[in-house]
């Protein structure tokens, strides 16, 4: 257990390790080709550390309130450890799988392997689509500005989270992303909605029209938001959590959207108007990131149509999540731009900077 690490620097630090990383990153492309054996060698060396180091960081931390809800999943696995029983719950694969481990391992090593879950994946499909360029399209991820509160506050969501982008890893091999689509189901309900969003690409996949429907549901959720708020409400998507969240009112201390929040709907438009450069404006043709960037725009849409709700947070990273991937993709596929190494260098500082300054100068 990292114990020795002060906890109020627990997260301080993750932080500004990335905002080196970044740096050093952003260094490297300035002064070496994409291709140069130096630099694949530093990206490759840099990202396996960066993978192994986090798994344990973000696995082996104290059980502290200072992590959100590592104190409640501390208390249920305790409740499984000395013989209780699974009551009637919406996600029932995730208790299946808590009762498990609890029956066999220590809350360290169930944390540790819930990181590995949530972070092996990520690494997995950038490894997947991008081979030896890998490492920038995992530290996108890493740095994301919903990165560390999916890891260690909402571990159950971020973690279904990840075997969807595990699943999408293998869409060439439709039986394994059946499986592991269905194994985040049963983490957490709410991924019906972008396994939903995702198969309705299989059918209609035409990113301008995704890209009109989603700068709809602005004036839409500014006009009658609370209309779509009780709709979705009503119809009860996935459990009666879901419901609880859009009309519950928020906790004394806890992160949840008041009013329309124009500042994470800025944040969500980073990958919005990466999909309309690279896919509308330059021409980008790739069928798989044409689904990719169709979910998101599906997936965010849903949430600005709800952005007034209570929490309205855990509908953004039903998008949110996929962000890192849909901004970085096309640049890892195809040249764009006469110094691209250093454009992508330039592009995770000002992605990772978001992160940087929320936490500092908005939430700090």
């Known amino acids: 257990m990292f ?3 002060p906890i109020d620097l627990y997260y301080p630090i993750y932080i500004n390790l990335c905002f080196f990383l970044v ?12 291709n140069d054996p130096r630099n694949i060698a530093f990206i490759q060396i840099s990202g ?3 993978l192994v180091f986090l798994i344990l960081y973000i696995g082996q931390r104290p059980v502290s309130g200072r992590f959100g809800d590592t104190v409640n999943y501390a208390f249920t696995y305790d ?23 609890a029956n066999n391992t220590s809350i360290h090593t169930f944390f540790t392997v819930v990181g590995f879950i949530y972070i092996f994946p990520l690494f997995k499909i950038s490894k997947t689509f991008f081979k030896e360029y890998w490492y920038y399209a995992f530290f996108m991820f890493v740095v994301s500005f919903s990165f560390w509160t999916y890891g260690v506050n909402g571990m159950r969501n971020g973690a279904a989270c990840s075997l969807f ?13 059946a499986i592991l689509f269905l194994l985040a189901t049963m983490f957490h309900k709410t991924l019906f909605l972008p396994i939903l969003a995702f198969i309705c690409t299989y059918i209609y996949n035409n990113p301008k029209n995704y890209f009109k429907g989603w700068l709809a549901t602005i004036p839409f959720s500014l006009v009658l938001g609370s209309i779509f708020i009780g709709i979705f409400a009503g119809l009860g998507f996935a459990d009666d959590r879901l419901s609880g969240y859009l009309t519950g009112q928020a906790e004394e201390g806890t992160f949840a959207s008041t009013g329309f929040r124009w500042d994470f709907l800025f944040h969500s438009a980073f990958a919005v108007f990466a999909g309309w450069y690279f896919v509308i404006k330059r021409g980008f043709d790739d069928k798989l990131y044409h689904q990719l960037f169709n979910t998101y725009l599906i997936c965010n849409g849903f949430w600005v149509l709800v952005i007034r709700a209570n929490y309205s947070n855990r509908f953004a990273y039903l998008s949110w999540f996929m962000m890192a991937i849909v901004i970085i993709y096309p640049m890892l596929k195809q040249q764009f731009f006469k110094n691209q190494h250093f454009m992508i260098g330039k592009i995770m500082l000002v992605y990772f900077a978001f992160t940087y300054f929320m936490y500092y100068f908005y939430s700090g």
Do not use: A, N, P
Request: hydrophobic share 50%; net charge positive.
């Open 3 to 5: 114990d020795f690490v």
């Open 23 to 34: 740096l050093f990153t952003l260094f490297h492309t300035r002064v070496l080709d994409l």
């Open 48 to 50: 396996f550390l960066i």
């Open 79 to 101: 409740y499984y450890k000395y013989g209780g029983e699974i009551k009637e719950v919406g996600d029932y694969g995730w208790h299946v799988f808590m009762k498990f481990m």
């Open 165 to 177: 982008l595990w699943g999408v890893s293998y869409h060439h091999k439709k039986v394994v992303m």
